[in-house]
């Protein structure tokens, strides 16, 4: 009779919490400087404080939220100087795992990638910029899952949990839906994978990278000064 039973999920709400907080702050989902109660956290999750807490803490620890109060947190803001060292950071792993991918990525991957891509485009096209960037981050991890290679991937998760909410700063600038309207960088990174070619894939990824980096740095700067500081 044992054997009928079905595995029951081990994973503890904490950490789907966390899990769900980490992709909030990948997605764009909180703004900078934007301040949320624990109690609206938790009511919007379905949970009790208490686990939402406990994954506060730990994204606090990593450096991806701040709690002005016990009671508050919100994402840190960034000075253009910091933006800088995340990409210089970003383009250094980013584009390593890029080129492990040129070596191990699967012929089914990498028509995976095209997926993706299309799904990009397809966001582009009804002005859906919600998809386009769930569709562009789930790009990026393909590429970055396909060099098999685990650790470095999480640091490079870590480096999106700072970057990520700035994703949202970014589509209200038209420049930078242009950036991504125009992403043809992805086909490159595509191409070098077939090619078999890494150092084509790291380029092409690390130019990625750059152009919305000085998008950010254009035409975002001065309305990060202009957000709440305190």
Do not use: C
Request: charged share 25%; hydrophobic share 45%.
């Amino acid at each position: 009779m044992l054997s009928k039973l079905e595995p029951v999920d081990t994973t503890t709400l904490h950490a789907r919490v966390y899990q769900q907080l980490r992709k909030a702050l990948m997605s764009g989902m909180l703004k900078p400087g934007e301040a949320v109660t624990l109690r609206g956290v938790s009511a919007a999750l379905g949970t009790s404080v208490m686990p939402v807490r406990e994954a506060v803490r730990r994204l606090v620890a990593e450096r991806a939220l701040e709690m002005p109060t016990g009671r508050s947190l919100r994402v840190p803001l960034m000075s253009v100087a910091k933006y800088e060292e995340l990409t210089g950071l970003r383009v250094m792993l980013e584009g390593e795992a890029a080129a492990l991918a040129a070596a191990h990525a699967t012929p089914a991957e990498i028509d995976e990638l095209a997926e993706l891509d299309k799904r990009v485009a397809r966001g582009v096209r009804a002005r859906d910029y919600s998809a386009m960037l769930a569709a562009n981050e789930e790009f990026h991890f393909a590429v970055y899952a396909a060099g098999r290679n685990d650790l470095l991937t999480s640091m490079i998760e870590n480096l999106w949990l700072q970057g990520g909410p700035y994703l949202g700063l970014l589509l209200d600038d038209p420049a930078a839906r242009k950036h991504y309207t125009d992403h043809s960088r992805h086909q490159e990174v595509i191409d070098a994978l077939r090619r078999r070619d890494r150092r084509g894939a790291r380029a092409a990824l690390a130019a990625d990278i750059r152009e919305a980096a000085r998008l950010f740095k254009g035409h975002i700067a001065g309305r990060l000064a202009s957000l709440p500081q305190g």
